[in-house]
């Protein structure tokens, strides 16, 4: 399975239908790709919280309906990263989309941890109520956003409910990097499944953001990482790893009865 995270900027002068036509042409650059992924908010742009109302969409709108588009021309599975969703009554969340090859929206999950620490998200965001995981050619696949790493309850939930792939588009501060590192190798070893974690990059409302997308599979050992600059990470996994590291060391069978416990 060749992927590609698409590490984006999102700097504060540039308008989001520029932003867009500039991730397009990288996206359309991802030929030969089975899965292309995108960051946390990118085309609002995670830390212009002001801007929020003004640039959420729906799923039809102009991100998800771009990558759409990109996702049939490449023949390729595209995770749009997430988008400010608009739902009724002028609320908004954090959501993340993925499309098959055919454009259409096949899984989205809705941050459930929404963030607070130096941040606008947990005042104006409504958090996710649910923890889907989908069957693809390539595996089961669930989706966590950015803050909900440091929550391993949810990402044992995930494991539970049989996910083997988990993409994580993020907006991680480069201040708390070696944070995401620790978080992501951890949870792929925890869980024994492919984290494929892909963060913003440049700077965003005066915060750098950390860059570093990383992929590293279900034992724990990382298959690629990216630098701090935009750029695009490519590589390759081999999706029946999963059931081998668990067959051969049966972490998650070992688990006591009764451990799902939560409600998502």
């Known amino acids: 399975m060749d992927i590609s995270l698409v590490q984006l900027s999102s700097p504060d002068g540039e308008t989001q239908p520029d932003r867009i036509d500039r991730a397009e042409a990288v996206v359309r650059q991802q030929a030969g790709a089975d899965l292309v992924v995108l960051p946390e908010l990118w085309s609002a742009g995670y830390f212009h919280f002001d801007q929020y109302p003004d640039l959420a969409e729906g799923l039809e709108g102009p991100t998800v309906a771009m990558c759409a588009a990109a996702a049939r021309d490449l023949g390729a599975y595209v995770h749009v990263g997430s988008i400010v969703e608009r739902l009724g009554e002028g609320a ?9 090859p055919a454009g259409n929206v096949v899984h989205t999950y809705s941050k459930v ?11 104006l965001l409504t958090p996710g109520t649910s923890l889907p995981v989908v069957p693809t050619p390539f595996g089961q696949v669930a989706g966590t956003t950015c803050y909900d790493l440091r ?8 494991s539970v409910r049989g996910a083997e792939i988990v993409i994580v588009p993020a907006a991680w501060p480069a201040a708390r990097r070696e944070h995401w590192r620790l978080f992501t190798s951890a949870r792929a070893v925890e869980h024994q499944v492919f984290v494929l974690a892909c963060n913003a990059a440049g700077t965003q409302g005066g915060v750098a953001l950390g860059g570093t997308s990383r992929v590293v599979d279900p034992r724990g050992q990382l298959l690629a990482e990216a630098g701090p600059e935009e750029s695009v990470l490519r590589t390759t996994i081999d999706p029946a790893l999963v059931q081998s590291v668990r067959s051969e060391f049966p972490v998650i069978g070992d688990r006591l009865p009764g451990y799902q416990s939560l409600s998502y």
Do not use: I, M
């Open 151 to 158: 929550f391993p309850g949810l990402w044992s939930e995930l």
């Open 92 to 100: 908004l969340r954090n959501t993340s989309v993925l499309l098959d």
């Open 113 to 123: 941890h929404v963030f607070g620490y130096r941040s606008l998200e947990a005042e």
